[in-house]
Nanobody
Framework: VQLQASGGGAVQTGGSLRLSCAVS????????MAWFRQAPGKEREFVAA????????DYADAVKDRFTISRDNGANMLYLQMSSLRAEDTAVYYC?????????????????WGQGTLVTVSS
């Protein structure tokens, strides 16, 4: 399983970005997926997760009501729509695929990782 994240960039406070993650596998719909982020000098943290079908989602409190995770199983794509961005959202964002179909929030429960895409939010 290979993951390729894209869509990062520089945006002003209050702006929006959409991250994408292309997943190369025949079993995409057998994996729960998630986004994590890591800010400079900080640990990697959970952002959002989505079940294998897309029917269930979970969000970190810091991004709830501002970010939306979604997936297209027909296209093997994972997305993160980010709005009302804040300076504290600045980080490298990673997409990840779980070991199976169960949705988790701990990084250790995700087996496959993309290379990360940098999001910089400034005023």
């Amino acid at each position: 399983v290979q993951l390729q994240a894209s869509g990062g960039g520089a945006v002003q406070t209050g702006g929006s970005l959409r991250l994408s993650c292309a997943v190369s596998t025949y079993t995409f719909d057998r994996h729960a997926m998630a986004w994590f982020r890591q800010a400079p000098g900080k640990e990697r943290e959970f952002v959002a997760a989505i079940s294998w079908s897309g029917g269930r989602t979970d969000y970190a409190d810091a991004v709830k009501d501002r970010f939306t995770i979604s997936r297209d199983n027909g296209a093997n794509m994972l997305y993160l729509q980010m709005s009302s961005l804040r300076a504290e959202d600045t980080a490298v964002y990673y997409c990840a695929a779980s070991w199976g179909m169960i949705m988790y929030i701990a990084a250790a429960d995700y087996k496959y990782w993309g290379q990360g895409t940098l999001v910089t939010v400034s005023s």
